[in-house]
């Protein structure tokens, strides 16, 4: 049975893309140069994730849904 999960993607610092699924915790992440190689190392690292809790007989995460984004103006 395929599950569907919320992927957020930044930009950091440095210019990388950081890929993670909020629902799975901040360890199930991955980056890259590109967004496309993150979110594709990402799927490996999610796959290997829930591997490790089926193995252990954990039960998989359900997605939380949708990620709000906001814009807030703060005087500087």
Request: charged share 20%; proline share 7%.
């Amino acid at each position: 049975m395929n599950q569907r999960y919320t992927v957020v993607v930044e930009r950091d610092e440095e210019g990388y893309y950081v890929a993670y699924v909020p629902s799975l915790g901040p360890g199930v992440a991955a980056q890259a140069r590109t967004r496309v190689l993150a979110v594709s190392r990402l799927r490996s690292v999610v796959q290997s994730y829930i591997g490790a809790l089926k193995e252990e007989g954990m039960p998989i995460p359900k997605d939380t849904g949708p990620v709000t984004v906001a814009t807030l103006e703060i005087a500087a």
